[in-house]
């Protein structure tokens, strides 16, 4: 799968997180849902992952224990689309759920 395939298949499963939080959660990250819209799945998440701190996001659904559907667990539980990040963006997703499930 090419990186433009690849980009289009995490964009796809970004959305697809939004829209389970909506609807399993009832929480409507329309913060999330606007950077998606505005620069892509993959540029989303490297401008959270570059964050010092975890996301309001990440934060309201750590508080609604549904820790899997940040898009720091969709990313380690995906592996294919690892070779999209640099190996500091996946250890600071690593790190995030880590310290978060220890809470």
Known sequence: MSNTDLSGAFHALMRSVYDRARTECNYNATRFKKMLEEKGGVETAKALLKAPTVSDGF????????????????????????????????????????????K
């Open 59 to 102: 934060v309201e659904l750590y508080m609604r224990k549904r820790l899997d559907l940040t898009l720091e667990a969709q990313l380690l539980e995906n592996p294919q689309f690892w070779p999209l990040f640099t190996e500091a963006e996946l250890d600071t997703a690593r790190r995030w759920l880590k310290e978060y499930r220890e």
